[in-house]
């Protein structure tokens, strides 16, 4: 009887090897084929195998929080026929906070790396006065699942203008975003902030669902809070912008989003995707 378990023991220790089989074999991931040996298991860059806190460390950063899941009925909806919403923050309970970066002046290639690297979704309010010369730029970060939202043609302060020019601004965007990315945006946010009733009809007529407007501001080395307590919320809408280092002081795009980041982690958040909650 010994005699045969040693046999069956040396067989199976032999099918082992030939199969490269272990006992810390693991379940491949979804997609990835068991047969396909160099599969990486770590979490990170899918394409490369590079962990997660790797990518991070290259920008001086330790992974955020992974955000919960979006919630299965939008808490900001514009009814059927009514007005647009006008937001600065999403109402939760969740520790999230949203980024969004407006104008397009500055096109960093750089940028665009780090959010390939970092995974974090962004909404990107355009203005095609900023654009028009690089659409290709925000092609690639359009590409990587960031969103795609309005800022008019040429960011004028909307409250000096009737509604009709209000209307060819904000409409006259929603063609160019739609003919150079292929969808018509959902979101749109005034220049400056700066609205009114006319903007609303406007905007409405358009086709947008919500004004996106802010609660805190990203400046070169520190976030500026519009509340008293200088503090996040769970919920706020923060605003950076497409800047480079001649109105950063210096500093780089993205030196000063790394910035934003940490600010955000210090305080307990993590980064949710906008158009998931509107």
Not at 200 to 208: E, H, Q
Not at 238 to 243: E, G, Q, V
Not at 246 to 263: F, Q, V, W
Request: proline share 8%.
């Amino acid at each position: 009887m010994d005699k045969k378990i040693m046999v069956w023991a040396a067989l199976t220790a032999v099918a082992l090897l030939v199969t490269g089989c272990t006992a810390e074999a693991r379940t491949p991931a979804p997609g990835v084929s068991e047969s396909t040996p160099s599969a990486p298991v770590a979490t990170g860059d899918k394409a490369t195998g590079e962990p997660e806190a790797e990518a991070y460390r290259r920008w001086g950063l330790k992974p955020l929080a992974d955000p919960p899941a979006p919630p299965a009925v939008k808490p900001v909806v514009r009814a059927p026929g009514g007005p647009v919403p006008v937001i600065s923050d999403i109402p939760t309970t969740e520790k999230i906070v949203f980024i969004t970066i407006d104008d397009g002046a500055e096109k960093d290639p750089e940028f665009v790396r780090m959010m390939k690297d970092l995974k974090i979704p962004v909404t990107m309010f355009l203005t095609d006065s900023a654009i028009r010369g690089d659409y290709a730029y925000f092609a690639r970060l359009a590409a990587q699942g960031h969103g795609i939202a309005n800022h008019t043609l040429t960011h004028p302060n909307l409250r000096t203008l009737s509604r009709d020019a209000q209307r060819r601004e904000i409409c006259g965007q929603q063609t160019k975003l739609k003919k150079e990315y292929g969808t018509t945006p959902r979101l749109f946010r005034p220049p400056y902030g700066n609205w009114n009733e006319d903007t609303r009809a406007a905007a409405g007529s358009c086709g947008v669902e919500a004004i996106v407007l802010w609660r805190e501001s990203m400046q070169i080395k520190n976030m500026q809070y519009q509340r008293g307590d200088g503090k996040l919320h769970p919920g706020d809408i923060i605003l950076a912008h497409f800047r480079g280092p001649s109105e950063l002081k210096g500093r780089t795009m993205t030196e000063t989003t790394a910035t934003m980041l940490r600010r955000i982690q210090e305080q307990g958040f993590t980064v949710a995707r906008l158009e998931d909650y509107v």
